[in-house]
């Protein structure tokens, strides 16, 4: 999948969780204001205009990543206000400034969801913000008569809420994983990313599943209780009349000792039985009872039962996950054996071709970079060994030209207008500006870089 529409969709996700986790509490929050919950049809209208909004940006932003786009974009948020005083125009002067508020707020995240990273507005202190806000609406709509209408609706909404949230965030660890290594420039395998969701959203259906067929799964695990139990009920009866026959062996009725009385020895009066057989026949009895249990569990149970249970889960939830993977069928081509001469250059080559290789070798360059401690050199680095990559690639650049003659230039090449913008506005606002750029915005420009030149490497 291109990079520019993955990163499309995980935020078009990255906003559904946010607005996930905003919309039960604003309805709860309404009902005691207004004692009036919107419904889906007030869930509805949010999601058209936070999607409209976000369609909105990318259309502004489609050709330049400009600072005037930006405002722009920004600006845009007056129709969305509009919008909403519209739709809460017959509501009252209250509830209409409450809707339009928090329209407002959606959709002034989803703006700035477009100039960062998909998970943005998921990560940090917003996600554990998100969590107590649903936790909150979940609890009032369990324990509060007025708002209990609301808790299926609420807990379905957390249940999507979790998968969305899961999917983001394991997105960003492959991320995060992948730009630590030393051969971060190759990227991440495009079948780790789409296993990886696949993965989440199988296990999400294995819970709905057991969520719906739960009555179905309670009874199996009754039956099987029930089947034990009638296993272990068999043994000591079982085992009982085999200890009682024995018992009978070794059982001399009545015992007449001289000297002491009877009860001395443990011997009833008139029971004929010896109280120390008995005990010692039924301690014996548990014993072996319990030896056979232990080897049930530790044998069949540990040793068979658990694993075959374990392999065959796993091998259903597999193929669940293979359902959901597209295979693509490549004909096989005949090959055929062709002889090439190839020109073996001199031990002496030119010091200048070295450099070149030198300088253009991806691998080399981050490692250069993790020496660097000033963050605002470390930028421009970066903006230095894009344009030489760029220079080596044929592009004309000259020394003389400003940051916007050689994004003109760079314009000329499909999709590299967004990552060479980014490190341009970085790069102008250290170099011009006098500011000191954050560690995230220098990952980003590392980022930006390596995704610019495969785009490069790509267009040639």
């Not at 969520?211 to 039956?223: A, I």
Request: charged fraction near 20%; include cysteine; proline fraction near 2%.
């Amino acid at each position: 999948m291109d990079i520019k529409i993955r990163e499309t969709i995980l935020k078009i996700i990255s906003i559904t969780a946010m607005f996930l986790c905003v919309y039960p509490i604003t309805s709860i929050m309404r009902f005691f204001l207004f004692k009036k919950t919107g419904g889906l049809l007030d869930a509805f209208f949010y999601l058209a205009v936070i999607y409209g909004t976000f369609a909105a940006v990318n259309f502004i932003m489609r050709k330049n990543n400009t600072k005037k786009n930006a405002i722009l974009a920004h600006l845009f948020l007056v129709i969305p206000i509009l919008v909403s005083l519209m739709y809460y125009f017959h509501y009252g002067a209250f509830h209409m400034i409450f809707g339009t508020f928090t329209a407002l707020i959606l959709c002034f995240f989803t703006v700035r969801a477009y100039f960062k990273k998909y998970h943005y507005l998921v990560s940090g202190v917003k996600i554990y913000i998100g969590i107590v806000m649903v936790l909150l609406a979940l609890t009032f709509s369990t324990y509060l008569n007025d708002v209990k209408h609301l808790k299926t609706q609420f807990y379905i909404i957390t249940f999507i809420y979790t998968l969305f949230l899961l999917i983001i965030k394991n997105q960003s660890n492959l991320d995060g994983i992948f730009s630590k290594r030393f051969d971060k420039a190759s990227g991440i395998p495009a079948k780790m990313r789409s296993y990886n969701v696949r993965k989440t959203v199988v296990f999400f259906l294995m819970v709905l599943v057991f969520y719906c067929f739960r009555d179905v799964l309670v009874m199996g695990l009754r039956g099987l209780g029930n089947i034990l139990a009638l296993i272990i009920k068999t043994l000591w009866g079982f085992l009982s009349k085999i200890m009682v026959k024995i018992h009978n062996l070794f059982d001399t009725g009545e015992m007449h000792f001289p000297g002491p009385s009877e009860e001395d020895y443990g011997i009833i009066e008139g029971s004929g039985k010896n109280i120390f057989v008995d005990t010692i026949f039924n301690i014996a009895l548990f014993l072996i009872l319990t030896f056979i249990i232990y080897k049930i569990i530790t044998v069949f149970i540990i040793g068979e039962l658990i694993p075959f249970l374990k392999n065959f889960l796993k091998s259903i939830y597999q193929k669940l996950i293979n359902l959901f993977d597209k295979t693509e069928y490549r004909e096989e081509k005949t090959s055929y054996y062709t002889d090439s001469i190839e020109r073996v250059l001199p031990s002496d080559v030119s010091k200048k071709s070295k450099e070149k290789k030198k300088i253009l070798s991806i691998n080399k360059m981050l490692k250069d970079l993790e020496k660097i401690q000033d963050p605002k050199e470390k930028i421009k680095y970066l903006y230095g060994f894009i344009l030489r990559y760029m220079s080596f690639k044929g592009m004309d650049i000259k020394k003389s030209y400003t940051t916007g003659e050689i994004y003109k230039r760079a314009e000329k090449i499909p999709r590299l207008n967004r990552p060479f913008g980014e490190i341009t506005s970085v790069y102008e606002s250290v170099k011009y500006g006098g500011k000191m750029p954050e560690e995230t915005q220098v990952d980003e420009v590392r980022y930006s870089t390596i995704e610019s030149v495969k785009i490069i490497n790509k267009s040639n």
